[in-house]
């Protein structure tokens, strides 16, 4: 079936450090691929996505690449903020379904 | 900017009981969808809902569950008979096209039943 397994948390980081979060999916179609992060408080927000592979979703400094030889689906950013404290999901949706399949999320925390 | 809002945020009650989470879509969208996340664990589907019917569902939407858009704007899911494994945060999204296109999430009611 399809599914999604993200890198368990939480993870603590203090500004300006490299993020890396894990995920990887096993998917029965093409799939597209989604990062989502909620802030507290706040609903899921799309962050970025990539709809065939080798594209990158970037967007606020965050970069995904989609890697289907590694069936992969990593969030990474160069240099975090306090501000980027939250938890983030990986979502993939299989072309010819509806249907959104998220990992665990992943906690956040970036400390001054 | 549109978005998507659910209500109440948090909603307890007691096990047996019947509850209703409310959810008003982005109002030009025309697919639906409720999702749950029980604590520590992932968000797992649980209907979509297109042209005033149910498009899928999942193992977990049983018959204790049900869904309705009662008017224009709003979208509910009814628990019909809580149980204690209900308890969870739900989630309402909604998109404007079919595909693999992103859904716009509410930021969820936390459901807690006793």
């Known amino acids: 079936g399809d599914s999604v397994t993200q890198m368990e948390g939480p993870v603590t980081l203090s500004e300006e450090a490299f993020l890396t979060i894990n995920c990887t999916y096993t998917a029965t179609g093409y799939p597209s691929l989604f990062w989502y992060v909620q802030y507290p408080g706040e609903g899921l927000q799309l962050l970025l996505k990539?709809?065939?592979?080798?594209d990158k979703g970037s967007n606020k400094g965050f970069e995904a690449t989609y890697r289907k030889e590694t069936t992969s689906f990593h969030l990474e950013k160069g240099s975090v903020q306090v501000s980027d404290s939250a938890v983030y999901f990986c979502a993939l949706s299989v072309n010819t379904g509806n249907q959104f399949y998220f990992g665990t999320g992943t906690s956040l925390t970036v400390i001054p | 900017e549109p978005e998507v809002t659910q209500t109440p945020s948090h909603q307890v009650t007691q096990m047996g009981q019947e509850v209703i989470l409310r959810c008003v879509p982005i109002s030009n969208h025309l697919y639906f969808y409720w999702y749950r996340q029980i604590l520590g664990q992932k968000v797992e589907f649980l209907v979509s809902f297109y042209n005033n019917e149910i498009s899928e569902k999942s193992e977990i939407f049983d018959d204790q569950f049900s869904v309705e858009r009662p008017d224009g704007s709003n979208f509910t899911l009814k628990i019909r008979s809580t149980k204690l494994e209900d308890s969870a945060m739900y989630f309402c999204a909604s998109r404007g096209e079919p595909g693999p296109y992103e859904q716009y999430f509410g930021p969820g009611t936390r459901l807690t039943v006793t």
């Open positions: 990539a709809t065939k592979a080798d």
